[in-house]
């Protein structure tokens, strides 16, 4: 494990969103005490550290600041400055970066180049096939089971996946991503791959080369109504642990999945270091991969990173310096933590901005609960007002599951927003189990 006096002072936490206050808190709370700055950060971020208004897709600006302000350590939150690079360009001026390079990040990227991967290498994912014309994308459906599953190659803010239930809506998916330009250029190729089956899981890995740590386990819930209805989202709520994920099941996931992925990556010639969020399916035959992505989930991150007791900047510094084997056996908390997402209503499509929002005095909240900024900003008046689909992530830490659960809604119950959306659910698939 490094020790204090090795970690970096200065930390430049990139983004915007619930994730990035999580990262931003969690970071304060090393015994190390290091400086935490975050681009652009938002209004509860800006409560908590400096912030500075530089677009997280801005990268030579942002690689201006961090030499104008002698940063030491750089973490990436979201998806899309790694996918332009700021990885690189940072490395290559010698300033360590948790997050991949633009090559890793196209695991993310590009839906197709990672199921080519994963096909190659033999992991466990649906079958599938890529288009970029309709008319053969059509043809393919016919031959294919109902329901089946159509995705946009590229980034899409987590809404370019349809789980199609009928062939008139698979058509109309495909129609919609190669002609009608619903997502730009992330639909310009899509894929067509079979549905798969099951409870959903999300493993987090903290990977440097062929190194690894995997997370706690946690479960998120994609859809915007209770009782998974409605179209995907970004994510409206998540638990942790997941203990449909047992011991021996994990151990599985990791022998079938984790390592024969980090070990792919490897392969590829890609030198990973960051994190590998692996989407599994828990099918009836197996765990099976759906997706990757290469950065912390949200709102995965607000209920895993909570339950650490392992100092976060230690982990992800000794990954970003090659001394990962170093740390040791991750240290985790015993207690349940509930994430409840606050949406604007009409989010995943259109929503309002600028609505008025008062927080409970942190007096007033429940015990062990946090609540994290993700889509707020401070109008004229320096009212904290709605600035995103997904405005808050209400983080509660029990020790059971209903305890956590039951802090997380009180708290939800006691933020005013005229136009304050969540689900009343999270968690119920392990409630049902029990």
Not at 17 to 37: C, D, M
Not at 60 to 79: C, K, S, Y
Not at 204 to 232: A, F
Not at 353 to 373: C, E, F, R
């Amino acid at each position: 494990m490094p020790s204090l006096s090795d970690l970096p002072r200065s930390i430049l936490v990139v983004g915007s969103g619930g994730r990035e206050h999580t990262l931003v808190r969690s970071l304060l709370a090393s015994p190390a005490t290091p400086r935490v700055f975050c681009a652009p950060g938002n209004a509860g971020i800006a409560e908590d550290v400096p912030c500075f208004p530089i677009a997280a897709d801005d990268i030579p600006g942002l690689v201006a600041l961090v030499q104008r302000e002698n940063i030491a350590f750089v973490v990436v939150g979201p998806e899309v400055p790694l996918s332009l690079g700021l990885a690189d360009r940072l490395r290559a001026l010698g300033i360590p970066v948790y997050g991949p390079g633009a090559d890793g990040a196209r695991l993310e990227a590009s839906k197709i180049f990672t199921k080519e991967i994963l096909l190659k290498h033999r992991i466990p994912t649906a079958p599938a096939a890529f288009f970029n014309a309709i008319e053969p994308a059509l043809v393919y459906l016919k031959t294919r089971s109902i329901p089946i599953v159509v995705k946009a190659d590229g980034l899409a803010a987590g809404k370019g996946v349809v789980v199609a239930q009928s062939l008139n809506e698979a058509e109309a998916a495909v129609r919609e991503m190669l002609a009608g330009n619903k997502f730009g250029a992330a639909g310009r190729q899509l894929l067509i791959e079979d549905c798969l089956f099951g409870e959903e899981t999300s493993i987090l890995v903290v990977v440097s080369g062929r190194d690894y740590i995997i997370l706690p386990t946690s479960q998120d819930h994609k859809r915007i109504g209770d009782g998974d209805t409605g179209p995907n989202t970004g994510g409206m709520g998540t638990y942790s642990p997941a203990e449909v994920v047992t011991p021996a099941l994990l151990a599985r996931i990791e022998a079938e999945i984790v390592r024969p992925s980090v070990n792919a990556i490897a392969a590829e010639g890609i030198a990973f270091c960051g994190t590998l969020f692996i989407g599994i399916m828990l099918t009836p035959t197996g765990p099976s991969v759906i997706e990757y992505n290469t950065r912390f989930g949200d709102p995965e991150t607000q209920v895993v990173l909570p339950r650490l007791t392992t100092d976060l900047l230690q982990l992800l510094w000794a990954a970003a310096t090659d001394r990962l084997p170093a740390v040791g056996p991750l240290l985790v908390k015993p207690d349940y933590a509930v994430c409840v997402v606050i949406a604007a209503s009409g989010y995943p499509d259109a929503y309002p901005k600028g609505d008025v929002i008062t927080l409970p005095a942190p007096t007033s909240l429940p015990p062990a609960t946090t609540i994290y900024h993700a889509g707020t900003a401070r109008n004229t008046a320096g009212q904290l007002v709605t600035h995103g689909g997904r405005v808050l992530g209400v983080t509660a830490q029990g020790p059971s599951l209903r305890d956590a659960a039951d802090r997380a809604y009180a708290a939800c119950n006691q933020v005013k927003c005229s136009s304050k959306y969540f689900r009343r659910d999270i968690g119920a698939r392990q409630f049902n189990r029990l």
